[in-house]
């Protein structure tokens, strides 16, 4: 099993490039089942998207990597489409039940295998089945699958959805872009994500509007040809080497981001004491000695995400007193708590909360990866850290994170792979 060596306390300086954004990659990959010829460019090539190719690929549709471009060109030519998602695809990569809307909508039946629990919490479902269900589609659920059909089709609707999801959103408006007539989605998540694959979809030929939280979505009879898109950044990658460079770094340069959709980690970042300058489309992180303590709540874009609680949390511990960093979205997402606290952070949890007494001087250990971020978060943590840290398990960080050696190599990071 492959293993990450970091030798901790080198300087960081130079260019880090963002790859485009995984979570805007997977619904729109989803979405490609309603279209017929689409190319999409700004690919991140990392494991998660080769698991939803490998599905689309098992549904029917041709799929062809460039890997060298970033570019992802699909064809569905409408022969032997399977409106199926098995277990062994879907069990590794939650996004899997995405396809469910778009099935649905377009073939009017979908067997899709339920997702099930993962690190991070248990991760229901029953978001995703209450807005389609809504839309007219009659499901149940057999043998660990979720079997749903439409058989005169989906119809426009008024949904309010009692809590925000992003996967829920995402397949509810998937479901709604070839519905019969209008649909108003109500409460939904506004990630930039789904603002990317609204951006697609309306490339498609759909007609989705957005007012906060409110959408409206008018049934697209009509989808168009050889569309091409370009997938935008990934602001979770972003915001995890932002943090990087607080940590290590003498002077990182991020160029061609928007700072617009990160404006809220900008924000605490410089709360924090991080000496940073943005600008439209770039963002400049200095040498930063003083971080001072904060404390910050997780919750739904545009507020503190999810996705970076476990690197912030590394942060924190370089700070003066006492950091509080509470989880409201999963229930179980503390488990890079453990391997922080072996490498000398003074961590303790309390109900959904973490606090965080600093600043603590890490050192090197043999540690464990659980998930994607807390993986990453490790890796944080040992280039920070005094002497070696090693990494196990880092097939996590191969589901979300690409080039992740290369990118901090080119700016001096002494890591490596084994
Ligand atoms: C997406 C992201 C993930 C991120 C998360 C929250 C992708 C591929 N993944 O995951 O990286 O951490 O958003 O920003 O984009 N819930 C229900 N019932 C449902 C669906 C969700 O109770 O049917 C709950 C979840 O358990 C969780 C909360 O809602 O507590 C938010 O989850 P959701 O926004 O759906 O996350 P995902 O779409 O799975």
New binding site residues.
């Given amino acids: 099993m492959q293993k990450l060596l970091i030798n901790g306390k080198k300087e960081l300086s130079g260019k880090i490039s963002i790859s485009g954004s ?3 990659t ?2 729109i990959l989803a979405a490609t089942i309603l279209s017929d010829q689409v190319k999409l460019k700004n690919i991140p090539l990392v494991k ?1 998207i080769f698991t939803m190719v490998e599905l689309l690929k098992f549904i029917g549709l041709k799929v062809n990597v460039l890997k060298k471009k970033n570019i992802i060109i699909i064809q569905n030519l409408d022969k032997n489409i399977k409106t199926l998602a098995p277990y062994r695809l879907v069990k590794t ?3 899997g ?2 396809v469910l809307g778009s099935l649905l909508t377009k073939y009017k039946k979908a067997k899709i295998s339920l997702p099930g629990g993962c690190a ?11 807005a389609l269900k809504k839309l007219g589609a009659k499901i149940k659920i057999k043998n660990g699958y979720i079997i749903a059909e439409a058989k005169n089709g989906l119809k426009g609707a008024n949904i309010t959805f009692p ?8 397949n509810a408006i998937l479901a709604a872009f070839s519905a019969n007539g209008k649909t108003v989605l109500r409460n939904c ?1 506004i ?1 930039p ?1 789904i603002k990317d694959l609204i951006k697609f979809l309306n490339l498609l030929g759909g007609k989705i509007k957005t007012q906060g939280r409110k959408f409206e979505i008018y049934g697209c009879t009509k989808v168009k040809k050889n569309i091409s898109h370009e997938v935008i950044f990934d602001r ?1 990658e972003l915001g995890t080497y932002m943090i990087a460079a607080a940590l290590v770094g003498k002077k990182i340069t991020f160029n061609k981001i928007n700072s617009r959709v990160i404006q809220n980690e900008i924000n605490i970042l410089k709360k924090m004491g991080v000496k940073l300058k943005s600008h439209k489309s770039s963002i400049e992180i200095l040498k930063s000695d003083n971080i001072k303590k904060i404390n910050i709540s ?1 919750k ?2 545009p507020n503190f ?3 970076l609680q476990a690197q912030l949390m590394v942060l924190m511990t370089r700070a003066h007193g006492t950091s509080k960093i509470k989880e ?4 179980n ?1 503390f488990m890079h708590v453990p391997e922080l606290k072996r490498m000398g952070a003074n961590i303790e949890i309390k109900n959904k909360t973490a606090i965080i007494k600093g600043p603590s001087k890490l050192s090197g250990a043999e540690v464990m990866a659980t998930d ?2 807390a993986s990453v978060s490790l890796v944080l943590a040992g280039l920070v850290a005094e002497n070696r840290t090693i990494i196990n398990r880092i097939y996590h960080l191969d589901r ?1 994170y690409e080039f992740l050696e290369k990118k901090l190599k080119n700016c001096k990071a002494r890591i490596k792979r084994i």
């Fill in positions: 995984k979570n805007a997977l619904p998660d990569m939650r996004a039940v995405l991070i919490g248990t991760r229901p479902v029953n978001l995703h089945l209450f809590s925000i999801s992003v996967g829920a959103t995402e998540a990630e994500e979770i997780t739904p874009y995400p999810t996705d409201s979205i999963f229930e997402r994607l971020r979300g």
